[in-house]
């Protein structure tokens, strides 16, 4: 029987890979002889250096913050890359538009989302682990992603 460790890898990157990610980063994009620039760097550090989730609108916040004045279609078409070259997943919680995270090994996506004011919640669960692990091994089933939202209200919105 598979153990929930290994049905679904976390997702999240011990802290300090950030540069690790970075140089993944460099090496996909000379294999596909596209430029290491600035502002693409400027773009990955905010995702690769934070657990959150991101919209693009909170990608330029962030820049804006650290003193890069990107633009958002700079900004939109740097995170599209990442999803394609696999260091970023793309979520859709039905706000009206996407957020981003950093993806690391086979994706585990559960989240809390309160309907109210639009927070979501990412949490993890050994229970929830051990349940699909075993649906998993059970099935025979190879998983590539999961993803699990719970719709609510959260309790400063109760």
């Known amino acids: 029987m598979n153990d929930a460790s290994t049905a679904f890898p976390a997702t999240r990157p011990p802290l300090g890979c950030a540069a690790l990610l970075m140089e993944v980063l460099r090496g996909e ?3 596909r002889e596209l430029p ?3 502002q693409r760097e400027a773009i990955a550090r905010v995702l690769f250096e934070s657990p959150r989730n991101f919209s693009a609108d909170e990608v330029g916040e962030e820049l804006r913050e650290r003193g890069e004045q990107l633009g958002k279609a700079t900004i939109y078409r740097t995170l599209a890359l990442l999803v394609e070259l696999g260091l970023a997943t793309e979520h859709d919680f039905d706000e009206g ?3 981003y995270q950093v993806q690391v090994g ?3 996506h ?4 309160c309907t109210e004011c639009g927070r979501v919640f990412p949490f993890e669960h050994p229970d929830v682990d051990r349940v ?3 649906v998993v091994a059970s099935s025979d089933f190879v998983p590539i992603t999961r993803q699990i939202k719970v719709f609510g209200t959260c309790n400063e919105c109760t």
Do not use: V
Not at 110 to 113: G, R, S, Y
């Open 29 to 31: 994009l000379r294999e």
């Open 36 to 38: 290491f620039t600035h």
């Open 97 to 99: 538009f996407k957020r």
């Open 106 to 108: 086979a994706a585990r």
């Open 110 to 113: 559960d989240h809390l989302i």
């Open 132 to 134: 699909l692990a075993d």
